[in-house]
């Protein structure tokens, strides 16, 4: 799927953000793609964990859907991945029954809720639940968005220009990577 860029447009369904979708399970990728997609927003789904890494820097989705049932490395241990990249906004993730006693683990590694993983019946998942939390972790970071600060984009800008080695003609390349680095606080 490609990858849409970020929207601060708002519909009537309310504020269009970029999603990204981390999930094994083809059909469940697939479906919620369409359902949030469905709600207005827009939908990153990466065909590979490693290529989420890089999607976390280029979209800055606002949101991020995640099944702890991935094969080769723990749900959680890819949730502490993604908040030691630097990522602060919102984690949902589905969790089976049988790793509900690992909740506090889960919550203690950086995600913001957790979802009962939904059932499918007759190939169609239920996602009524999912719907309302993204609606409602969206609603809560709007709540709590602040402006940026100029101040620490300019330091973080100056550090990176530092670090370059003084180099001319780079500067709005700087301005630019600190935005993206302290917005992702």
Known sequence: MELLAL??????????????????????????SDTLQQSGHKVAVPAH???GFAM?????????ILDLQVSDLSGIDLVRMIRARGYGRGIIVFSS?????????????????VLKAPVAINGRYDLGELRS??????Q?????????????IAKRAYELYEAGGRHEGFNLQ??????REVGMR
């Open 174 to 179: 700087h301005w630019f990577q600190a935005e």
């Open 49 to 51: 964990r490693e290529n």
């Open 133 to 138: 939390t993204v609606k409602s972790c969206l």
């Open 97 to 113: 029954p049988s790793m509900m006693s690992t909740l506090s683990k889960t919550y203690a590694s950086g995600v913001n809720r």
């Open 140 to 152: 809560n970071q709007a709540a709590s968005a602040r402006p940026p600060d100029h101040g620490i």
């Open 56 to 64: 976390l820097t280029d979209s800055q989705p606002s949101l991020i």
């Open 7 to 32: 929207s601060p447009l708002t519909s009537l369904k309310g504020t269009i953000a970029m999603i990204m979708v981390l999930t094994q399970d083809k059909e469940l990728r697939e479906q919620l």
